[in-house]
């Protein structure tokens, strides 16, 4: 007899999802609808002032979208109510207490009905300020355990990190947990409510002082850098994103509680649709840059797998943790993405790029088609320096010599100012993704994998091993990528 599957696991549920608004998290409301309708409720909570502002969020920013199309398909002018039965947005904020939920009779019907919690609210900003990152990013997992714990009834608290919380090593990256006061390496004291008091600390001193926006902005910034380099974290991102894992995991004893790491999510695979993504993420730099003939230079070890996996996937594998995690255990982690499974190697993805753009050129603003030539990747970052002061360094010195008289002459300039400026700074934010060697295990994620019945293979697929990679990239990923390109170039022309 095969095990009940994702649809009876379901059926009839209240899940309460956090960060309602994001990439992932739309598609999993729009999957689970799709999946099983018998579904009972699903609380969407999203940054608002008040419901009406929350409600209004949620039509315009999920109910109107593309990725709807099925399912307003199949209920035609029954969908926006048969939605909205489904659906009960929530205002509120995950920084704050109580995830600042204003209203007591509804936070009360929370914490009665919900049988299954996903919290996917975060800031994904590498780089931002300190202050922020840790009050959503960390403690933002401290306030959703106090609603959790408080649940009548709940079944998983499924918590949504990312796989770079491993550090910058390289190697395999195992699915273990981090604990709290240990750094990555577990060489020095790492301590949640210090880094709290620091900030409270750096900020109220900056208060004092009347610095302005701007200063206070860069100097929590340049802090959160900082303090993540400090512990063995690369950006302020991962860092608050390991420290909400270690709350978390301090609490498996008493919370059924798992955490899932996906790697870097791409565009659609095949669910609602291939090719559906919202915002340029990771990769898609590089693609669209490259596209338009900004990007000619890129420092990398071709032979280093670049671990993406696209987004329904990510949906599926969540799914599947929920469906499949085993009952009364807790703390379990899952990484999901592809470098163990069917590894893509940067050589391969700059293959594909150049093959692509060749065959179908992008049309600038004026209507030109960009005729690419083959990226130029040098193997070092002492390379790629080199490289960058012989063809602008010393073109911009010669140029500014010359005293910049002319039109053209200033033109050349700037235009060589700004490649240089943007090739570097790519170079140099992606550079552990370029050249550390490393692959995420993902042991815990294929032994659910082995669990599904046959049904649920096909409903929730999430193997990445059946991806072929030249196919996605070339007829799904990057077409969808540079189509969301000219719409949001279009956009802005407006």
């Given amino acids: 007899m095969e095990p ?15 960060g309602a608004t994001g990439f992932i998290a739309k598609l999993l409301v729009e999957k689970v609808l799709r999946l099983q309708p018998p579904v009972k409720r699903l609380y969407l909570l999203v940054r608002a002032g008040d419901q009406a502002s929350a409600t209004e969020r949620v039509r315009s920013e999920i109910m109107q979208l593309q990725i709807f199309r099925p399912l307003r398909e199949k209920y035609q002018k029954h969908f926006s109510s048969w939605f909205w039965d489904k659906v009960y947005p929530v205002a509120g904020d995950v920084s704050l207490k109580n995830l600042g939920i204003g209203d007591v009779a509804l936070a009360e019907d929370i914490l009665k009905q919900t049988d299954i919690i996903v919290h996917m609210a975060a800031t994904v900003n590498f780089r931002e300020r300190y202050d922020t990152a840790l009050a959503i990013n960390t403690m933002g997992v401290k306030h959703i355990i106090e609603i959790a714990s408080q649940c009548a009834k709940l079944e998983l608290l499924l918590l949504v990190s990312t796989a770079y919380v491993n550090g910058k090593e390289s190697g395999i990256m195992l699915e273990k947990p981090f604990h709290q006061y240990r750094s990555y390496d577990g060489q020095s004291d790492l301590d949640i409510s210090e880094e709290m008091a620091l900030t409270e600390a750096k900020l109220k001193e900056l208060v004092c002082r009347n610095a302005s926006e701007d200063t206070i902005r860069r100097t929590m910034k340049k802090i959160g850098t900082q303090r993540a380099q400090k512990f063995g974290w690369m950006s302020t991102y991962v860092f608050t994103k390991a420290m909400g894992e270690m709350l978390a995991y301090e609490q498996r004893l008493r919370l059924p509680i798992a955490i899932i790491r996906p790697t870097s999510t791409t565009s659609t695979w095949k669910e609602p649709f291939p090719g559906w993504i919202e915002g340029i993420k990771t990769i898609d730099t590089w693609i669209t840059n490259y596209g338009k003939g900004i990007l000619k230079v890129l420092p990398a070890d071709v032979t280093t797998v670049i671990d993406i996996v696209p987004a329904d996937t990510v949906v599926n594998g969540m799914l599947c943790v929920i469906s499949y995690h085993p009952r009364g255990q807790s703390g ?10 069917n590894p893509l190697k940067i050589g391969e993805l700059i293959h594909i790029m150049f093959r692509y753009f060749s065959e179908k050129p992008f049309v600038g603003a004026g209507g030109e088609g960009i005729k690419v030539k083959q990226l130029i990747v040098p193997a070092t970052m002492a390379s790629f320096y080199k490289h960058m002061d012989i063809h602008y360094k010393v073109p911009m010195q010669d140029t500014a010599g010359r005293g910049l008289s002319t039109t053209d002459e200033l033109d050349r300039y700037n235009h060589l100012k700004r490649e240089y400026n943007f090739t570097v700074a790519l170079a140099e934010v992606f550079r552990p993704g370029t050249f550390f060697k490393r692959r995420f295990d993902d042991s815990n994620m294929q032994r659910l994998i082995a669990m599904m ?4 293979r096909e409903l929730i697929p999430c193997d990445t091993k059946f991806i072929n990679w030249e196919k996605y990239l070339m007829e799904t990923h990057i077409p969808g990528v540079m189509g969301y390109e000219s719409r949001e170039a279009a956009r802005a022309r407006l």
Avoid: C, F
């Fill in 332 to 341: 379990l982690i899952y990484h999901i993405g592809s470098s163990m499974r």
């Fill in 4 to 18: 009940a599957g994702v649809a009876e696991r379901l059926h009839n549920k209240t899940i309460l999802i956090t």
């Fill in 453 to 456: 019945n046959k049904r649920d």
